[in-house]
C-alpha cells in the first residue's frame, strides 16, 4: 500500500509564504514524476508545478517565479514553497505521484487547504 501524505496548508495573507510538504511512503520501486495540482470551488483541477526523477521542473504560467517545486529522491518527499501568495492562490492543493511496484500508477494526497486573504 502506498500513502502520500501532505502538510504545511493554512491561512496566510497576501504576499506571504507557505510551504506544503508531501511524504510517500509504502512498498514501492520507485518514484517517478510528482507534483502539485490545485483545485478552487467551483473551477477543475490544475496543474501547478511538477518535477521529474531526474530534477526537471515545470510551472504553470500562474505561479511562475513565486512557486519553487522541489523533492528529496533519498526520503520520497516532495516540497512546495509558495512566496508572495495572491488571494486567486486559495484552493486545496493535492500531492500526486507515478509510482512503479513495479507497474506505474498514479497515487493522490487528500489534499490541503491553502487560503490566501486579502
Known amino acids: 500500500q502506498v500513502q502520500l501524505v501532505e502538510s504545511g496548508g493554512g491561512l496566510v495573507q497576501a504576499g506571504g509564504s507557505l510551504r506544503l510538504s508531501c511524504a510517500a511512503s509504502?512498498?514501492?520501486?520507485?518514484?517517478?514524476?510528482m507534483g502539485w495540482y490545485r483545485q478552487a470551488p467551483g473551477k477543475q483541477r490544475e496543474l501547478v508545478a511538477a518535477?521529474?526523477?531526474?530534477?526537471?521542473?515545470n510551472y504553470s504560467d500562474a505561479v511562475k517565479g513565486r512557486f519553487t517545486i522541489s523533492r528529496d529522491n533519498a526520503k520520497n518527499t516532495l516540497d512546495l514553497q509558495m512566496n508572495s501568495l495572491k488571494p486567486e492562490d486559495t484552493a486545496v492543493y493535492y500531492c500526486?505521484?507515478?509510482?512503479?511496484?513495479?507497474?506505474?500508477?498514479?497515487?493522490w494526497g487528500q489534499g490541503t487547504q491553502v487560503t490566501v486573504s486579502s
Open positions: 500526486y505521484a507515478k509510482i512503479t511496484r513495479p507497474y506505474e500508477y498514479d497515487y
Open positions: 509504502g512498498s514501492f520501486f520507485s518514484i517517478n514524476d
Open positions: 518535477v521529474t526523477s531526474g530534477g526537471s521542473t
